[in-house]
């Protein structure tokens, strides 16, 4: 299995969003499989001690199955040291490919290039636009 994530706050509420890609009966299948509420800090430990509980209870040998890491260019992710790409390269039981995620780098520009439009305007816009929409 390959794993990709990515933190993400709706409504206040800061989430974990958990993509994975798995090989079920010769098909290949990308899931988004979960939104896991965050209610601490988000540094690389927290993240993973969360992953490690939601895996640990979901598939216990997920250990033996890892091979595949995706994440953005945070710090938390992907820092030299001690991020959460290292915690889980470091507890699988095969090589892991580290994939820093092309679609992650062109949503963090969009998002640096929204804040700075207007002054944060256009993102209570495009917010308030997609609530009106979904109503």
Not at 30 to 58: C, R, S, W
Not at 69 to 90: C, D, K, P, Q, R
Request: charged share 15%; aromatic share 12%.
């Amino acid at each position: 299995m390959s794993l990709a994530g990515d933190g993400s706050t709706h409504c206040g509420q800061s989430f974990f969003d958990l993509r994975v890609c798995i090989c079920f009966c010769g098909r290949l299948l990308n899931l988004h499989l979960d939104a896991i509420p965050m209610f601490d800090h988000h540094t690389a430990g927290n993240i993973f001690n969360m992953l490690v509980m939601f895996f640990d209870v979901l598939y216990g040998k997920w250990h033996a199955k890892l091979i595949g890491m995706s994440s953005n260019a945070e710090n938390t992710m992907i820092g030299y040291h001690t991020s959460l790409v290292i915690h889980m390269i470091v507890c699988a039981d095969n090589p892991v490919l580290r994939i820093w995620c092309a679609l992650h780098q062109i949503d963090l520009v969009i998002k640096s290039v929204a804040e700075e439009l207007a002054e944060d305007e256009w993102i209570k816009f495009a917010w308030s636009f997609s609530i009106f929409l979904c109503a």
